[in-house]
């Protein structure tokens, strides 16, 4: 499977920024068996995990991402979305996709660089 993320790019303080991220090669029945998330991974950080979604009311985030982002999937379309608001610059980092517990090789994400 090859993860492709995109939509990151630069933005101001306050601004939005809507990330797809499709998952190639993967089959739909092992598409929609897996909870799947993003992650970010900030310049001199760890890889954290921002939000993962297993179904349309089963979704979780972390803290700083609650009531800024949201997340959702199309399986048909293998891709996972993530809407943000509201961008701060502490959310500046690589953004990737990926399945929970066993994941698939890293793509390379895309860029989230948000200035104030």
């Known amino acids: 499977v090859q993860l492709q993320a995109s939509g990151g790019g630069s933005v101001q303080s306050g601004g939005s920024l809507r990330l797809s991220c499709v998952a190639r090669?993967?089959?739909?029945?092992?598409?929609?068996?897996?909870?799947l998330g993003w992650y970010r991974q900030a310049p001199g950080k760890q890889r954290e995990l921002v939000a993962s979604?297993?179904?349309?009311?089963?979704?979780s985030y972390v803290d700083s991402a609650k009531g800024r982002f949201s997340i959702s999937r199309d399986n048909a379309k293998r891709t996972i979305y993530l809407q943000m608001s509201n961008l701060n610059p502490e959310d500046t980092a690589v953004y990737y996709c990926?399945?929970?517990?066993?994941?698939?090789?890293w793509g390379q994400g895309t860029l989230v660089t948000v200035s104030s």
């Open positions: 979604i297993r179904s349309r009311d089963n979704v």
């Open positions: 090669g993967s089959i739909l029945s092992d598409f929609l068996s897996n909870a």
């Open positions: 990926n399945r929970l517990g066993n994941p698939w090789y």
